[in-house]
């Protein structure tokens, strides 16, 4: 489960501010994936951060029951100096999971081959990708945070996410972020919709498909107006 109570975000540049939560008081259901949908420029990715705690907000508070990922597939928090198999074996230990089974795990699904045993600052930002995304699969979180995860390396790594991710998702639950209307109604039981800080949940997928779909046309859903 995880709750917002009050959360306000705002960010302001060379004079012109946009607000992506607005006293956002809202429950994520535990063990339900949803999807969440928007503009873009909405603050989707903003959202997943600040659920993740990477982004505090201006105000309110975010509360978690059970583990909680960052946004899979995110490489920001690398220690670049260090190998990839070196940053596999430190974030097992921050969870608590053993170490020789994550570094098997990552070694085999990131397919890095002997880069595996370099350090991150000689990767491509596909590798730092691959990578990020084996790491957050070898751990396995009450709830996962999802960022566009599908646009993963090539087609065949994708597809081996895609199926991991489907896996994992059978006894956990999700927040996903993504342009893909199939994907979501694939993956997602429920849905929610971020505009103009405002979040509108519905119990239902096809229904914040709906909302999304009149807002790409530039209206209002009816049912809004």
Known sequence: MIRLEGVQKTFRLD???KTVARNLNFTFPTGLSVGLLGRNGAGKSSLLSMLAGTLQPDAGRITLDGTISSPVGFAGSFHADMTG??????VARIYGVDTDQALDFVQDFAGLGPHFHLPIRSYSSGMRARLAFGISMAVPFDTYLIDEVTAVGDGAFARKSSAIL???LQTAGAVIVSHSMPLLRDLCTAGAVLEDG???YYARIAKAIEHHDHLMLGRQPPWLR
Do not use: V
Request: aromatic share 14%.
């Open 15 to 17: 004079g012109t501010q």
């Open 198 to 200: 405002r979040l509108f």
């Open 166 to 168: 489907r896996q994992r």
């Open 85 to 90: 198999a070196q940053n596999t074996r430190f």
